[in-house]
């Protein structure tokens, strides 16, 4: 099984995994582990969900639209665009 660790500013890490069970179950399991390496908390999210959470980051970052969460300084307003699925495919 492989991670992807990505440490955060708060000292913690999150890790996503696909365990044998996630697969099963047809998800992607997001840890936060803290400081110590130590479970904190296991979300589970579908992958279907987890693929379109990845192409809303591309649209935003692509179109360079503004947006509190992924681009504070996008020069873009996201009512200017309409967003088709066709425009981003993983």
Not at 37 to 65: A, C, P, Q, S, T
Request: proline letters at 0%; glycine letters at 6%.
């Amino acid at each position: 099984m492989n991670n992807i660790d990505i440490r955060i500013n708060n000292g913690r890490t999150m890790r996503i995994v696909q365990t044998e069970s996630d697969k099963n179950r047809e998800g992607i399991g997001i840890e936060t582990l803290d400081e110590n390496g130590n479970l904190e908390e296991r979300e589970l999210i579908d992958e279907g969900d987890f693929v379109m959470l990845i192409n809303y980051y591309r649209y935003i970052k692509d179109y360079d639209i503004k947006n509190n969460f992924i681009n504070r300084n996008g020069i873009n307003n996201e009512e200017d665009y309409s967003y088709q699925s066709q425009d981003i495919e993983l």
